[in-house]
């Protein structure tokens, strides 16, 4: 009992028979978000990334297994990158259709006739945690039609 009272008085809370100082702050784990990539083989690669990052951002992290291909130059030049990414139909709404430059871009990356209302440019998706454990395709890919 004497313990505990001294651990509060010192901002310290008892868990897992350890001694933890409290905190509020956010970990780097609690701004981590999960998402599933389909690749153009239909392969599926789990990555993470932070609260933020776009999805260009997490694929640059994750060229080793998601190969070259998965990002190209970007139409707007300045040597940035950009990529076609297909989202799944719950989070359409969230994400404004493609238009203006966003449209010409997406003509310019795609394959001809890939563009669709799931068509996304990876950069204008921004990681957050209702995007935690999504699938996202490149591409021409469905994953979510197979499911």
Known sequence: MALRQLAQRLGLARGAGLLRPFS????VYDKMVQLTIVDYSGRRHVVRGLEGQSVVDVIEGHMDSLGEEALCLSPEGRDTRETHIKLPNELLAAFPPHTGDDARFLAEIAEPKA????SRLGSKV?????LDGTVLALAQVYPWKSL
């Open 126 to 130: 921004t990681l957050s945690k209702e």
């Open 24 to 27: 509020t702050a956010p970990s």
């Open 115 to 118: 563009v669709d209302a799931h």
